[in-house]
Nanobody, 119 residues
Framework: QVQLVESGGGLEQAGGSLRLSCAAS????????MGWFRQAPGKEREFVAA????????YYADSVEGRFTISRDNAKNTVYLQMNSLKSEDTAVYHC????????????WGQGTQVTVSS
């Protein structure tokens, strides 16, 4: 089993920055990809960013490209999401997720952390 715990959410003004963290514990040795998703009230969950654990290759949604940066610390089994130039439309619950086998299916999910951006 794998446990994912997010932290770092909160209330920020538009144009500001926040950094989210996701600590993974448990059987994480075969982690292939870790990603961030978000879900705003009344909307479907959407992909935000992902990082390949071994190579560090990164992928972003068009809506956050150039503003958000995903990174990881292999030694700490932690992935980060640096969010800059925040917009009100970034308001959502942010979840991290883990794809153990690189098959595009995220097997484990965190509980989420709320990000609220005031305009």
């Amino acid at each position: 089993q794998v446990q994912l715990v997010e932290s770092g959410g909160g209330l920020e003004q538009a144009g500001g920055s926040l950094r989210l963290s996701c600590a993974a514990s448990g059987r994480t040795l075969s982690t292939y990809v870790m990603g961030w998703f978000r879900q705003a009230p009344g909307k479907e969950r959407e992909f935000v960013a992902a990082i390949t654990w071994s190579s560090g290759s990164t992928y972003y949604a068009d809506s956050v490209e150039g503003r958000f940066t995903i990174s990881r610390d292999n030694a700490k089994n932690t992935v980060y999401l640096q969010m800059n130039s925040l917009k009100s439309e970034d308001t959502a619950v942010y979840h991290c997720a883990l794809d153990k086998y690189g098959d595009g299916h995220y097997d484990y999910w965190g509980q989420g952390t709320q990000v609220t951006v005031s305009s």
